[in-house]
């Protein structure tokens, strides 16, 4: 079977050398896996929540999109499309935004940065906030859910945002008694190098300290690499590779034999203006067939438009059925029309009957696992541990607390307490959450 992985990139600003290594590269090889059916979208509603200048989203988008097509994305073999060309997607940002709680949206962390900030200038906590602001998550889990999505692969940043597209499907899923989401997972590309950018700092438009990927051409490359910060050491003196940004990007883009070389010639003392010509030269080899191509496409941008329709069609093609189901299971029918049978296949199919775990790797955070109760919905999370064996160990502690348990609320979760050690969470702590899970924990004891 395939896995669907989807992920959105948002159309603002003008790609980098870092972006390339850290997302676009990797993404398009994984793209040409055949157990791989890959959804690649450009966020431009997203971008609209971080720019009001319709000209840079307008110059974006098509750079965005050149970029990609000019790195290999294959838009025969993955969905290319624009979110905005699709306008399942707002709708069912919609539906999903009148089943989420708006303390979820509260705790988001964009959403908290911008108070905290406020706060500390002694500004009202929502100024300068906007509703789109506060609903970029939904948005985004609007995105995932609306194609099934299994594994989303984004940075860091993004993990809670997922997170929370599991919560508002889960939940979505849970009041109108069916499946009709997938759950996605996360994926963080843990090998995947983050480049230092021109001061040593990660590379980032944040940080002003990037490399161009395309912009101003190989001349602006060069020039970019001349800047980048290094040490004062003279030629002939010994140089420290493991301290040196140039070493670190150069892997980046060479194999094993070329790095060590490269390395030998830092301790033996290549002057900095030497290497950074190098370092120049062998990113020039890797980029300059992808300018060549990305120039051709900007050129014509009606052949990236005839290519994101395309994809549109495509991905409608899952949307439009998916969301014409939804619609029918919440009531929007037509006068007089029988709801439709409840068809959908995997809708019996993935109700288990009994509650269960589903352990998974949290990237560097350690292993951590989920209780499901009988129906599907998530129950708990647990905390992270440090390998799958103490994880299972305390799965199989918490199958025999039975209503021994001992839960309590903090603040709006729900914490599950084993000798003096929060060991999981839930994400509400109402009633009816404590009393899904304890009916869920007496289950599993009775089981065993
Ligand atoms: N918010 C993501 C980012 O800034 C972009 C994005 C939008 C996205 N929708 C998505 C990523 C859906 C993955 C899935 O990086």
């Given at each position: 079977?395939?896995?669907?992985?989807?992920?959105?990139i948002?159309t603002t600003g003008t790609p980098h050398l870092g972006n390339y290594v850290?997302?676009i590269?990797?993404?398009?090889?994984?793209?040409?896996?055949?157990?791989?059916?890959?959804?690649?979208?450009?966020?431009?509603?997203?971008?609209?929540?971080?720019?009001?200048?319709?000209s840079r989203i307008e110059r974006s988008r098509l750079e965005i999109a050149a970029t990609w097509l000019a790195a290999?994305?294959?838009?025969?073999?993955?969905?290319?499309?624009?979110?905005?060309?699709?306008?399942?997607?707002?709708?069912?940002?919609?539906?999903?935004?009148?089943?989420?709680?708006?303390?979820?949206?509260?705790?988001?962390?964009?959403?908290?940065?911008?108070?905290?900030?406020?706060?500390?200038?002694?500004?009202?906590?929502?100024?300068?906030?906007?509703?789109?602001?506060?609903?970029?998550?939904?948005?985004?889990?609007?995105?995932?859910?609306?194609?099934?999505?299994?594994?989303?692969?984004?940075?860091?940043?993004?993990?809670?945002?997922?997170?929370?597209?599991?919560?508002?499907?889960?939940?979505?899923?849970?009041?109108?008694?069916?499946?009709?989401?997938?759950?996605?997972?996360?994926?963080?590309?843990?090998?995947?190098?983050?480049l230092?950018g021109l001061?040593?700092?990660?590379m980032s438009k944040?940080?002003d300290n990037t490399v161009p990927l395309f912009a101003g051409g190989a001349k602006a490359l060069r020039e970019a690499i001349m800047r980048?910060?290094?040490?004062?050491?003279?030629?002939?003196?010994?140089?420290?590779?493991?301290?040196?940004?140039?070493?670190?990007?150069?892997?980046?883009?060479?194999?094993?034999?070329?790095?060590?070389?490269?390395?030998?010639?830092?301790?033996?003392?290549?002057?900095?203006?030497?290497?950074?010509?190098?370092?120049f030269?062998?990113i020039e080899?890797e980029v300059a067939p992808m300018r060549e191509r990305y120039e051709a496409l900007i050129a014509?941008p009606?052949?990236i438009?005839?290519?994101?329709?395309?994809?549109?069609?495509?991905?409608?093609?899952?949307?439009?059925?998916?969301?014409?189901?939804?619609?029918?299971?919440?009531?929007?029918?037509?006068?007089?029309?029988?709801?439709?049978?409840?068809?959908?296949?995997?809708?019996?199919?993935?109700?288990?009957?009994?509650?269960?775990?589903?352990?998974?790797?949290?990237?560097?955070?350690?292993?951590?696992?989920?209780?499901?109760?009988?129906?599907?919905?998530?129950?708990?999370?647990?905390?992270?541990?440090?390998?799958?064996?103490?994880?299972?160990?305390?799965?199989?502690?918490?199958?025999?607390?039975?209503?021994?348990?001992?839960?309590?609320?903090?603040?709006?979760?729900?914490?599950?307490?084993?000798?003096?050690?929060?060991?999981?969470?839930?994400?509400?702590?109402?009633?009816?959450?404590?009393?899904?899970?304890?009916?869920?924990?007496?289950?599993?004891?009775?089981?065993?």
């Amino acid at each position: 079977m395939q896995t669907r992985v989807l992920t959105g990139i948002t159309t603002t600003g003008t790609p980098h050398l870092g972006n390339y290594v850290g997302a676009i590269r990797p993404a398009i090889n994984a793209s040409r896996r055949a157990d791989v059916d890959a959804f690649f979208f450009l966020a431009d509603y997203h971008a609209l929540i971080k720019s009001d200048d319709a000209s840079r989203i307008e110059r974006s988008r098509l750079e965005i999109a050149a970029t990609w097509l000019a790195a290999g994305l294959d838009p025969a073999r993955v969905t290319f499309y624009r979110q905005s060309d699709i306008p399942e997607i707002p709708e069912l940002t919609w539906f999903l935004t009148c089943v989420t709680a708006k303390g979820l949206l509260n705790r988001a962390h964009a959403y908290k940065a911008a108070v905290d900030k406020n706060a500390e200038a002694g500004e009202d906590p929502d100024a300068g906030v906007t509703a789109g602001l506060y609903m970029y998550p939904v948005l985004m889990a609007a995105d995932i859910l609306a194609f099934d999505a299994h594994k989303v692969p984004v940075g860091r940043d993004q993990i809670q945002h997922i997170e929370m597209a599991r919560d508002i499907g889960q939940r979505f899923n849970h009041i109108y008694g069916r499946d009709f989401f997938v759950l996605p997972e996360v994926v963080i590309e843990e090998q995947v190098a983050t480049l230092p950018g021109l001061d040593g700092r990660k590379m980032s438009k944040s940080y002003d300290n990037t490399v161009p990927l395309f912009a101003g051409g190989a001349k602006a490359l060069r020039e970019a690499i001349m800047r980048i910060v290094t040490d004062s050491r003279a030629p002939g003196e010994a140089k420290d590779p493991d301290s040196s940004s140039l070493y670190t990007i150069f892997r980046a883009f060479a194999d094993e034999a070329e790095s060590a070389a490269f390395r030998q010639s830092l301790l033996d003392g290549i002057g900095w203006g030497e290497a950074k010509q190098r370092l120049f030269e062998r990113i020039e080899t890797e980029v300059a067939p992808m300018r060549e191509r990305y120039e051709a496409l900007i050129a014509k941008p009606d052949e990236i438009e005839a290519i994101l329709r395309e994809g549109a069609a495509k991905a409608r093609a899952i949307a439009m059925p998916k969301l014409a189901a939804i619609r029918d299971a919440i009531g929007l029918r037509a006068m007089g029309a029988a709801p439709a049978a409840k068809s959908d296949k995997h809708a019996t199919a993935k109700v288990g009957k009994a509650p269960r775990f589903a352990s998974f790797r949290d990237g560097d955070a350690g292993f951590r696992f989920r209780l499901f109760a009988a129906d599907g919905e998530e129950l708990l999370l647990s905390m992270p541990f440090a390998d799958p064996k103490a994880a299972g160990a305390m799965q199989q502690r918490i199958r025999a607390l039975g209503d021994g348990a001992t839960l309590r609320a903090d603040g709006d979760a729900l914490v599950l307490e084993l000798d003096g050690a929060d060991v999981a969470r839930a994400s509400q702590a109402s009633d009816a959450m404590q009393a899904r899970v304890r009916e869920a924990l007496a289950q599993l004891a009775a089981q065993d």
